[in-house]
C-alpha cells in the first residue's frame, strides 16, 4: 500500500509549509515513515504432543523437587519458573517472550504445571516426535525454539512439515547444546538440580534456540494448510527438546465455497458421495447436513454414504463451512443438493 507513505509524505510537506511552529508534528510524522509499517510479527501457535514435564514451577517445595523431571537422562536438572523461593532467575513467569533473535517473534511455553516440552530421549522412549497444530493454517513463516543436552555447536535434527492436502516438506531445525552456542532466543535463566536445588547458569545460560523457516518462500504455490511437525533427535545429542512454536499467517481469508454439490441419483443400496471445494485461511471447520440437521462425522470436504437406503431417497444435503478472521466468524452454506433413487423399470 505505497498510497499510505505518499499521503503521509504530502502531509508532512504542508506541514511544515504552513508554519514553523508545527515542526514538531512534522518530525512525528516524518518517523512514522520509518517504522516497518508492513511487518508481521511470528506469534505463538497452538500445539499439542508435548510429553515431558522439564519446569519446576514457582509454587513447588523442595528440594528435591518432584513437579518436574530431567531434561539429560542420569544428569538430574531442569529448569524452573521465574518467583521460585529462593531463586533469582528462571523462565517467564508468564511463559511469554519476546525472541533475542531481534526479528520481534513472540514465544509462549507451555504451561509449567502440565507437560512443557516435547523431549526425545532415552527417558522418554522415543528419538522422534509430532506436534499437530489445533487449527491446520496457512504460515507465511514459522520459528522454533528448541535446545539439546551433550549436543554440539552445531546440531540440527530433522524437521518434517505436513499439509493438509498429504504433502510433507523435510528441513532441519538448529537445537545445539544448551549451553554457550549462538542464535538464542532467550539465556540466562539457570537450570536447577532436582535432588539439591543448586543452580547453574546465569546469567547466560541455559540457552533456547530459535530456527526461522520462510516456508510461504520455500513452497510457492504449493503452501498448503500446515497440519503438524514431526522432530527428529538432533544430531549427536543425549537429548533434545522442543519448547515452542511460532508463526506469521501467510493470509487471513474468510470461508469460502468454491465448487458446490451436486444432485445425486443411484440405485437403492448403491454408494453415493456429496463433494464441495473450500477455501480459507485459518483452514475451515466443515459439517454435512442432511435435511437441516448435522451429520454426525460428516466433516470433511465429501461425504460418502456406502449404501443409499428408500429413506434416503429425496434428502436434502449441504455444506457448511466456517472459520475465523480478525476475530470475526465467518460461515458459509453450500448449495441444497438432492440425492434420488434411480426408478426401476
Not at 535432588?195 to 530456527?211: D, E, K, L, V
Not at 460428516?298 to 463451512?321: D, E, H, K, V
Request: proline share 6%; with cysteine.
Amino acid at each position: 500500500m505505497p498510497w499510505i507513505l505518499t499521503c503521509l509524505f504530502r502531509l508532512i510537506l504542508k506541514t511544515i509549509h504552513r508554519q514553523s511552529s508545527s515542526l514538531v508534528t512534522a518530525v512525528f510524522l516524518l518517523a512514522l515513515l520509518t517504522l516497518p509499517l508492513f511487518a508481521a510479527n511470528m506469534t505463538p501457535v497452538a500445539v499439542t504432543g508435548f510429553n515431558w514435564d522439564v519446569v519446576v514451577e514457582s509454587a513447588s517445595a523442595g528440594p528435591p523437587y518432584t513437579t518436574a523431571s530431567e531434561l539429560n537422562p542420569a544428569e538430574g536438572s531442569a529448569f524452573y519458573q521465574s518467583g521460585l523461593p529462593g531463586k533469582s532467575y528462571g523462565l517467564p513467569a508468564a511463559g511469554s517472550f519476546t525472541s533475542a533473535v531481534g526479528d520481534g517473534t513472540v514465544f509462549q511455553f507451555q504451561p509449567y504445571t502440565a507437560k512443557n516440552a516435547l523431549v526425545l530421549s532415552s527417558d522418554t522412549g522415543v528419538s522422534n516426535g509430532i506436534l499437530t497444530l489445533a487449527t491446520p493454517t496457512i504460515y507465511n513463516r514459522i520459528a522454533i525454539l528448541a535446545s539439546s543436552a551433550v549436543a554440539g555447536a552445531t546440531s540440527t535434527g530433522a524437521l518434517t512439515l505436513t499439509f493438509n492436502n498429504g504433502s510433507t516438506f523435510v528441513t532441519s531445525y538448529y537445537a545445539p547444546d544448551w549451553f554457550g552456542n549462538t542464535n538464542y532466543a532467550l539465556a540466562g535463566t539457570e537450570r536447577i538440580t532436582l535432588s539439591t536445588g543448586a543452580t547453574q547458569g546465569a546469567t547466560t545460560n541455559p540457552r533456547f534456540y530459535q530456527t526461522s523457516i520462510n516456508v510461504a518462500a520455500l513452497l510457492g504455490s504449493a503452501n498448503r494448510p500446515l497440519v503438524s511437525l514431526t522432530f527428529g533427535k538432533a544430531s549427536s545429542a543425549n537429548a533434545t527438546g522442543i519448547y515452542a512454536v511460532s508463526g506469521e499467517l501467510l493470509n487471513q481469508v474468510p470461508a469460502a465455497i468454491t465448487s458446490q454439490p451436486a444432485n445425486a441419483t443411484v440405485n437403492e443400496l448403491s454408494p453415493a458421495s456429496f463433494s464441495a471445494v473450500v477455501t480459507g485461511n485459518p483452514s475451515p471447520t466443515l459439517q454435512w447436513y442432511q435435511s437441516g440437521a448435522p451429520i454426525f462425522g460428516a466433516t470433511n470436504l465429501t461425504y460418502n454414504i456406502a449404501s443409499a437406503a428408500l429413506t434416503n431417497s429425496g434428502a436434502l444435503y449441504s455444506l457448511i463451512a466456517g472459520n475465523v478472521v480478525s476475530n470475526i466468524s465467518y460461515n458459509v452454506t453450500s448449495s441444497v443438493v438432492t440425492l434420488d433413487r434411480k426408478s426401476v423399470v
